[in-house]
């Protein structure tokens, strides 16, 4: 024995074929698609890491990293066709067209989706917030990728397309804690301003959950044909708004009572002149 290694085997063996599917060809596309796959488990790994550390939402970063793998894995997929001598040309079409039938299918889906990933990367509001957003009023119940739910005060409960609500507009009553009450009310010509102004202020000091900052205020703020005008303003915190505000209006009806303010409505005086008088 010479210490050569006979190699014909080797190379005949490499060289089988099943039409143009080669042995050689095989074990190089089954070597890629092993590479591809440890290097997408890898890049996975790292922009769940990447994406956690920028705060995302737990649910955004699930419909990223998926999104991410799927194209890897189509990439994959055409490299490996490829490596097996497969004209990718028409894979590439195919996966186009099918690509686009199905974006078609499902275009609302999709724009309430992309909508849904606006409202959780923006944040305009959590759930728990009492908000205003298109056709709809109530506390947000839960946030999905395609709706949000909310529950209104009347016990019922409102499905929102992302979609919508992404494009309009959101009123968030809660996220700064706190709101401004302001009630207008209407006093006579004939009582004195001063005589208003206390009225009002007293109604402030009975009323609860009255916040002394900001300032409560008090202001004369129209000349109406029948009846002065003005508005008393102060600030609540969120949580107890509407106990605030429905304790200030019966406040200000026993104050004017107390004090002798005339609450006017509108009316109409009418004087009937007779012939000769």
Not at 68 to 74: C, D, F, M, S
Not at 107 to 132: E, R
Not at 156 to 162: A, D
Not at 238 to 244: N, R
């Amino acid at each position: 024995m010479d210490g050569t290694v006979d190699t014909s085997a080797l190379e005949k063996f490499l060289k089988m074929s099943w039409g143009q599917l080669t042995v050689e060809k095989a074990i190089s596309a089954a070597v890629l698609l092993a590479a591809c796959l440890a290097v997408i488990k890898l890049l996975a790994s790292l922009l769940a890491k990447v994406l956690e550390r920028t705060g995302m939402d737990q649910r955004v970063r699930r419909v990223v990293l998926r999104l991410v793998r799927t194209v890897l894995y189509i990439i994959t997929g055409l490299m490996v066709a490829a490596s097996l001598g497969i004209d990718v040309t028409s894979l590439i079409a195919m996966v186009s067209v099918f690509g686009l039938a199905v974006s078609l299918a499902v275009q609302d889906v999709l724009s309430n989706v992309a909508g849904g990933m606006v409202i959780l990367f923006s944040k305009p509001f959590t759930l728990g917030d009492y908000i205003s957003a298109g056709d709809g009023e109530g506390t947000v119940e839960s946030i999905s990728l395609t709706h949000t739910k909310l529950n209104t005060f009347d016990g019922l409960q409102i499905m929102l397309p992302n979609s919508q609500m992404a494009a309009g507009k959101i009123v968030n009553y809660t996220v700064l804690g706190k709101r401004r009450v302001a009630h207008a009310v209407s006093a006579s010509y004939e009582d004195s301003t001063e005589a208003v102004f206390a009225a009002c202020r007293k109604a402030i000091a009975h009323t609860p959950y009255v916040l002394a900052d900001p300032a409560p205020q008090v202001v004369l703020t129209k000349y109406g044909e029948s009846a002065i005008e003005y508005s008393v303003r102060f600030w609540a915190s969120t949580d107890h708004y509407w106990d605030a505000y429905f304790a200030c209006l019966e406040e200000i009806r026993r104050s004017f009572e107390a004090d002798g303010v005339t609450m006017t409505y509108n009316h109409l005086n009418v004087h009937i002149v007779e012939d000769g008088r």
